[in-house]
Structure formats: C-alpha cells, structure tokens
C-alpha cells in the first residue's frame, strides 16, 4: 500500500513579526502565504493572539479572502477569539493554550481538565462547519479528553522532541508514536507540529498515522538565508521522502 501523503501547513506569524517590528506593510504575510501555497505548502496557519503581537485581524480577513487553501487559524479558548472565528469561517480551527507573557506557546492545552468548558466551545465551532483541533501534549489522558469534548482532530506538541539532547530523544519520540496510535485509536485525526527542523522532521513524518505537520518559525527563519520557496520545498521533500520510504522510524 502507497502511504498516504503527509499534508504541509506553514505558520506565517512571524512574517508578521517582522513587519510589525517597524509598523507598514511590508513585509506582507498575506503575500507569504501565497508563495507557500505555489511551493508546496497544504495550508495555511495563523496564530491570532490576544495581543496582537503578530497576525492582525486584517491578516485574517484577507487570508479567508485571498488564499487558495485551508486556512487553519490558532487561537485562544476565549469569547472574543470564538466570535472572530465565527465570523471568518476559516478552514479549520486549533485551540492553543495562550499566555501574555509568553515568547511562543510553549506546551499542550489542558483539555482534561477543561473539559466542561471545552465541549460547547467546540460544538458551536463545529455547528458552523468549523474543523476544530485541539494542540496537546503526546499523552494518552489529553488525547482522551479530546475526543470526549468532540474535536475532530489533535496536533501533538513536538516541543519537547525537538529541543532534546539525543540522549533523551528517542523516548520522547516513542512518546509521539504511542499518542498517535492513541489518537487514531479514538477516532481523531492526527497532526504535529512546533519546533520541527530540517534535522529533527524526519522521524516525526515516519509516524505513518500523522496527517499533517505545521511548521513555521524555522522555515520563516532558513527563508533569510535561502528564500521562502527554497526553505518550503526543501521541507516538503524531505517529508515526501520519508514517507514514500514506509513507515519505519529513525532517530535523527
């Protein structure tokens, strides 16, 4: 059997970040998004923050407008980041947590202990025809919770992977593998991201039953040094091919 094609979703913020850095309009995330699209990206991520700090409203509107694929928009747990949602109708949606003080987000969202709280926020973002994914910690509890409040897919954090020694590497990569048998053992569809490189995406993209890696801050970053499409399609070969070589797994 032919593995399945391992979807590319670029995070764009830090376009954003840049621009914002001096105010303008350039350089132009929306145009960014463009370019990843041609090169080879699936999709298209937006963290829209509380503060602001990087994508703006306006990016979003002109995103859902302007881009030809799935827009997946970040965002907080919150009222005002429902109604943005709900309003936009993007793609799909992927609840982080959010903390002001915070560089990055910097781990998974508790769902099992939100559970109350999360099930009608994800219903009504699913009633609008919303895809709802929650980022979680690689454990077999959020992964659960997940399912139990009705999203339709998890992003595993791969935080903790990818800032590893490779000493502790491997055990947390056999973290990832147990969390996405757990994940399609429960029915979600399963997806990673945060951190990966050109030195640590192989062994994730092996994990024959992820879907889908977002990657951002490091493509954003190699592009100063070789372009935007140069950095997009290295990464999408590379992806493309571990998972035509099946579905072993090898430690970077």
Request: glycine letters at 8%; hydrophobic letters at 45%.
């Amino acid at each position: 059997m032919t593995p399945a094609r391992l979807r590319l979703g670029v995070n764009i913020d830090h376009v954003a970040t840049i621009r914002n850095a001096r105010g303008g309009s350039h350089p132009d995330p929306v145009r960014a998004a463009r370019q990843a699209a041609e090169a080879g990206a699936d999709g298209i991520t937006a963290h829209l923050r509380e503060d602001r700090r990087h994508i703006s409203d306006d990016d979003i509107r002109r995103l859902r407008r302007e881009i030809s694929v799935p827009l997946n928009l970040e965002m907080a747990a919150t009222a005002e980041m429902r109604a943005i949602a709900l309003a936009h109708r993007p793609h799909a949606v992927c609840l982080v947590p959010e903390r002001r003080q915070e560089r990055t987000t910097e781990g998974g969202l508790d769902v099992a202990g939100q559970q109350e709280f999360l099930r009608p926020f994800v219903a009504e973002l699913a009633a609008a025809g919303i895809r709802v994914s929650l980022f979680v910690e690689p454990a077999r509890l959020q992964i659960e919770a997940a399912q139990a409040v009705g999203a339709a897919v998890v992003e595993l954090h791969t935080g903790a992977y990818c800032h590893s020694d490779q000493a502790a590497r491997p055990a947390q990569l056999e973290r990832l593998v147990t969390a996405a048998a757990d994940a399609e053992r429960v029915g979600l569809e399963c997806h990673a991201g945060h951190g990966l490189s050109f030195d640590t995406v192989g062994p994730v993209a092996a994990i024959p039953t992820i879907v889908e890696l977002n990657i951002g801050h490091f493509l954003i970053g190699e592009a100063i040094f070789s372009g935007l499409d140069s950095a997009i399609k290295r990464m999408r070969s590379l992806m493309d091919r571990v998972r035509s070589a099946g579905s072993g797994i090898r430690i970077a």
